[in-house]
């Protein structure tokens, strides 16, 4: 399938505005973590990683009524600690020198299939996980976020129907993302557990956001309607985990 299918791109005005200094949103989030928003971070062990399953930032039940409790507990329980699980084991296998994760999906195409895809599964999670913030906590898109949408793409309802639409092209499972790459915004989708930092996949880029668009993320709640569930999870977004992770993008 050629780039083009997969890939939207918008030449972002407002980036340099958000260029700023890190956001200090640990307090928010009720966090201790100097960065919340840092993707999954490995334990050193030898020369590779092992991924780790930092607990939930919120309870089981904080996304709803947009994402159900149930769904949390075996998405986040049996789902993620399986990906965690399996890539570990893998891991131990591959004899990878990587040591953090962006290294080692880096050079993923080298690696086993096994490998790809629970490693794309722990890490993808991980960071689905910290995308959101609790139902409660509800936010407004932050100004300069929305200018930066909106350079990008027309408008901010623009960027979430071509979003939507791109998530309901994915056939069968995969994962919808924003990234920022070259100064720029895009956004497109990776299949299974593939993700924006591998190195053979057709959308690159540093992951800004990503919506799990597996039937094991919504099915319960919404059976078929994954147009609703993509709906609904802006509610749950947590716009400041995209504005601090476009402040460190290179
Ligand atoms: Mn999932």
């Not at 791109?9 to 928010?28: E, Q, S, W």
């Not at 623009?158 to 639409?165: L, S």
């Not at 709906?231 to 504005?243: F, G, K, L, P, R």
Request: proline share 6%.
């Amino acid at each position: 399938m050629l780039r083009r299918q997969f890939l939207h791109r918008g030449t972002v005005g407002a980036f340099g505005t958000l260029m700023g200094g890190p956001l200090l949103l640990a307090d928010m989030h009720g966090l201790t973590s100097p960065d919340p928003f840092a993707p999954l971070a490995p334990s050193a062990e030898g020369s590779r990683i092992t991924f780790t399953q930092p607990p939930l930032p919120y309870a089981y039940e904080a996304l709803e009524p947009h994402i159900d409790a149930q769904t949390m507990r075996l998405h986040y329980d049996k789902h993620h600690a399986k990906y965690v699980e399996e890539a570990n084991k893998e891991l131990a296998l591959a004899g990878t020198n990587a040591d953090t994760p962006e290294a080692l999906f880096a050079s993923i195409s080298k690696m086993s299939q096994k490998l790809r895809n629970n490693a794309g599964g722990a890490w993808n999670h991980d960071f689905f996980w910290r995308s959101m913030r609790p139902a409660t906590n509800a936010q407004d898109m932050p100004a300069d976020l929305r200018e930066a949408l909106t350079a990008a793409f027309g408008s901010v309802q623009t960027f979430r129907e071509k979003f939507a639409e791109e998530a309901l092209a994915r056939f069968g499972s995969g994962w919808v993302w924003l990234v920022a790459v070259d100064g720029n915004l895009e956004f497109g989708s990776t299949a299974n557990q593939d993700n924006p930092l591998m190195d053979d996949s057709p959308l690159r880029g540093t992951p800004l956001l990503g919506l799990d668009v597996w039937e094991h993320a919504y099915y319960l709640r919404y059976q078929n309607k994954r147009a609703d569930y993509i709906s609904n999870w802006w509610s749950v977004v947590d716009h400041d985990a995209i504005v601090h992770r476009l402040s460190k993008a290179k």
